[in-house]
C-alpha cells in the first residue's frame, strides 16, 4: 500500500511537543529494535529539551514533514545557521514511516537551503554504528572527516582523583572569553559559533557549565564544555590544541559529574588521549564520525562535539 503523502514545512512552536514525541519514538525504536537499549528514558519530556536548547540560540531552526492526510508529524530534522557553515541534526523519522523517504525530503530541504545561502558547508555528527543514517548522508554528499569514540566515565561521587598536569592552568569560562574562544575555533577546526558558547557559558538552562584552559601568557589554549541534562549527560562542545590539555579539561569537567556516568567523543586518532582515558575507567559505547558536505578543513587540534549544539 503506498505510504501517505507528505508536506515540508518549518516547525511552529506549538509542533513542540509532538517533535519531542517524534524524536523520543524514533531514536528509542532505532536503536530498541537492534538490541541496543533505548538512549532515552522516562518520557518524551526529556527531549523537548532539544527545541529549548535550540530556541534558546536564537538562530536554530527546524523542518518537519506533515503527514498530508492526517496533519500528524511523519518526520523533522533541526538546523543551525551559523556564521561560517550550516549544522545538522537531530533527525528523526517516526518509525511507522522509516524507510519511506521522508529522511531525504528532510535532508533535500535542508540542502537546498545550505546551498540557496551561499553557506559553504553542512555538518553533522553521525553514529558509525547506524548504516541507516550513513547511506541517507551518504547519498547526499556527506564525507565523513573525522572518527570518534564514545566513552563512558564512571565518576566516583568522591570525585576523580588523578594526577593531571596542567590542572591549576584550567578555570570557568566567562562571557569575555567568547571571542576567544571563537577565534580558537575558527583556527582549529574553521568554524565559528559564538551564539552556542554564549548559551552554554550564560547557562540560562540551567544544566551548563564550561571550562577553559589558559596558556602560560594567560592566551586561551582550549575550551570543554558540559551537560548534566539526562537526556545528554556528556561532556563537549570542546576545543583544544593539545592532548594534555584536553586531559586536564576533561578531568574539570567530569568530576562535576559526580555519581554519574556522562559520555565524551575522543578522536580516535589521538591515542595518547585514549590510552589516559582507559587508564581512568573509560569504557567505549559508540562511535560517531563527524560528516561534512562541502568544504572541511582538517582539524589542527582536539574537537569534542555534543549530539546538541551538534557541530562536529
Ligand atoms: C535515519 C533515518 C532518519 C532515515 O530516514 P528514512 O525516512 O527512513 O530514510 P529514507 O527512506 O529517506 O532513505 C534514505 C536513503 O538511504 C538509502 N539507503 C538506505 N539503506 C541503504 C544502504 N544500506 N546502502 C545504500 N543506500 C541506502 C535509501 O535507498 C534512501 O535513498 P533513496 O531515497 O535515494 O532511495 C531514519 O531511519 C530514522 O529516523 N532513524 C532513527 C533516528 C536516527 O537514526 N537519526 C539519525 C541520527 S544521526
Known amino acids: 500500500m503506498a505510504v501517505d503523502s507528505m508536506h515540508l514545512r518549518e516547525m511552529e512552536p506549538e509542533d513542540g511537543s509532538e517533535v519531542a514525541e517524534?524524536?523520543?519514538?524514533?531514536i528509542n525504536a532505532w536503536y530498541g529494535l537492534r538490541g541496543l537499549g533505548q538512549p532515552f528514558q522516562g518520557s518524551p519530556k526529556v527531549t523537548e529539551i532539544f527545541h529549548e536548547v535550540y530556541s534558546a540560540t536564537?538562530?536554530?531552526?527546524?523542518?518537519?514533514?506533515?503527514?498530508?492526510?492526517?496533519g500528524r508529524l511523519m518526520g523533522s530534522c533541526f538546523y543551525h545557521p551559523r556564521k561560517t557553515h550550516v549544522g545538522l541534526g537531530i533527525m528523526t523519522v517516526h518509525p511507522n514511516y522509516f524507510g519511506f523517504g521522508a529522511g531525504s525530503r528532510l535532508l533535500e530541504y535542508i540542502c537546498r537551503f545550505t546551498d540557496g545561502n551561499g553557506y559553504k558547508a553542512l555538518r553533522l555528527t553521525q553514529s558509525a554504528l547506524n548504516l541507516d543514517s550513513f547511506s541517507l548522508y551518504n547519498r547526499y554528499g556527506f564525507v565523513p572527516r573525522q572518527a570518534y569514540q564514545d566513552m563512558l566515565l564512571q565518576v566516583p561521587e568522591s570525585g576523580l582523583d588523578h594526577e593531571v598536569p596542567g590542572l591549576d592552568r584550567i578555570r570557568d569560562a566567562t562571557l569575555d572569553d567568547v571571542p576567544a574562544m571563537a577565534a580558537l575555533e575558527m583556527?582549529?577546526?574553521?568554524?565559528?559559533r559564538e551564539e552556542d558558547y554564549r548559551l552554554c557559558i550564560g547557562n540560562d538552562l540551567g544544566f551548563w557549565s564550561v571550562s577553559v584552559c589558559e596558556g602560560s601568557g594567560g592566551?586561551?589554549?582550549g575550551f570543554l564544555a558540559s551537560s548534566s541534562h539526562p537526556a545528554f549527560n556528556m561532556l563537549g562542545p570542546g576545543v583544544i590544541r593539545t592532548e594534555?590539555?584536553?586531559?586536564?579539561?576533561?578531568?574539570?569537567?567530569?568530576?562535576?559529574?559526580?555519581?554519574?556516568t556522562p559520555v565524551f567523543l575522543v578522536p580516535v586518532d589521538?591515542?595518547?588521549?585514549?590510552?589516559?582515558?582507559?587508564?581512568?575507567g573509560a569504557r567505549n559505547c559508540?562511535?560517531?564520525?563527524?560528516?561534512?558536505?562541502?568544504?572541511?578543513?582538517?582539524?589542527?587540534?582536539?574537537n569534542m562535539p555534543t549530539f546538541v549544539l551538534e557541530t562536529a
Open 219 to 221: 592566551n586561551l589554549e
Open 58 to 70: 536564537g538562530s536554530s531552526r527546524c523542518v518537519v514533514a506533515e503527514n498530508a492526510r492526517t
Open 22 to 26: 517524534l524524536i523520543y519514538a524514533s
Open 270 to 280: 589521538r591515542y595518547g588521549l585514549v590510552r589516559q582515558m582507559y587508564d581512568w
Open 244 to 260: 594534555e590539555q584536553a586531559a586536564a579539561l576533561i578531568h574539570t569537567e567530569l568530576d562535576r559529574h559526580r555519581g554519574r
Open 187 to 192: 583556527e582549529v577546526s574553521g568554524v565559528s
Open 286 to 302: 559508540e562511535l560517531h564520525f563527524c560528516q561534512v558536505r562541502g568544504r572541511f578543513q582538517p582539524y589542527q587540534g582536539i
